[in-house]
């Protein structure tokens, strides 16, 4: 039973680039979440999917924007990307209708380095 | 709004002691609580949670965290660190539905935890 999968591992971007982030979600699960982890942070929640909306979004600007597939996949777009734009990109995913038993379960994320 | 504060950035301890790291979160309603672990280069995995009941979690790999709701602390332990168990540490309140029970998570800072052999 596959885990969360999230693509590419490592990526370095140049500032005002924009970068496209993937993940798929653990089997049977229909939410993605995702979140960024600055480096001696906790991680903060970007924003959610589920049905393919966005449901829920955390403070961060308009060049944060995401999509949820029909399969439940999800991509991260980050759009004129900025030097603090450096981080760990992680996906969590879960099941809309049963958090609470089935909780978020992570990916090992995706290390972006704007320079 | 939530808040969780983990007040030790870095713990030291020898293998074979007993652990507690602490965390303390600022929530209005009852909180749902976590704590998740995090080795280098890797996500983040489920030690345990709570929603409700007995106020003494138990969960993976020998620890268990107590939920006191009249200090807003939700304390993990362990009896006896491995060496395998040095890692970095978060706690996480649940800060917000999106309908039905699914939810985003705010976490704290975390506590990096250093065992000496």
């Known amino acids: 039973d596959a885990g969360v999968t999230q693509s590419p591992t490592h990526l370095i971007k140049t500032r005002g680039q924009q970068v496209t982030l993937r993940c798929s979600p653990k089997s049977g699960h229909d939410t993605v979440s995702w979140y960024q982890q600055a480096l001696g942070q906790g991680p903060q929640f970007i924003f959610q999917y589920y049905e393919e909306e966005e449901r829920q979004r955390g403070n961060f600007p308009d060049r944060f924007s995401g999509h949820q597939f029909p399969n439940y996949s999800s991509e991260l777009n980050v759009n004129a990307l900025l030097l603090g734009d450096s981080a760990l990109y992680l996906c969590?995913?879960?099941?809309?209708?049963?958090?609470?038993?089935?909780?978020?379960?992570f990916g090992n994320g995706t290390r972006l380095t704007v320079t | 709004a939530q808040s969780v504060t983990q007040p030790d950035i870095h713990i030291t301890v020898s293998e074979g002691a007993s652990l507690e790291l602490r965390c303390n979160y600022s929530?209005?309603?009852?909180?749902?609580l976590f704590w998740y672990v995090q080795s280098p280069g890797q996500g983040l995995q489920l030690l345990l949670k709570?929603?409700?009941?007995?106020?003494l979690v138990q969960g993976i790999k020998g620890f268990e965290a107590e939920f006191k709701r009249s200090q807003s602390s939700f304390n993990l332990r362990k009896p006896s660190v491995h060496w395998s168990d040095a890692a970095e540490y978060f706690c996480?309140?649940?800060?917000?539905?999106?309908?039905?029970?699914?939810?985003?998570?705010?976490f704290g800072k975390g506590t990096l935890l250093t065992v000496n052999p």
């Open positions: 996480a309140v649940v800060g917000g539905y999106s309908g039905g029970s699914n939810y985003k998570l705010t």
């Open positions: 969590a995913s879960s099941f809309f209708r049963d958090s609470h038993n089935s909780p978020l379960h």
């Open positions: 929530y209005g309603a009852t909180p749902y």
């Open positions: 709570y929603f409700s009941g007995d106020t």
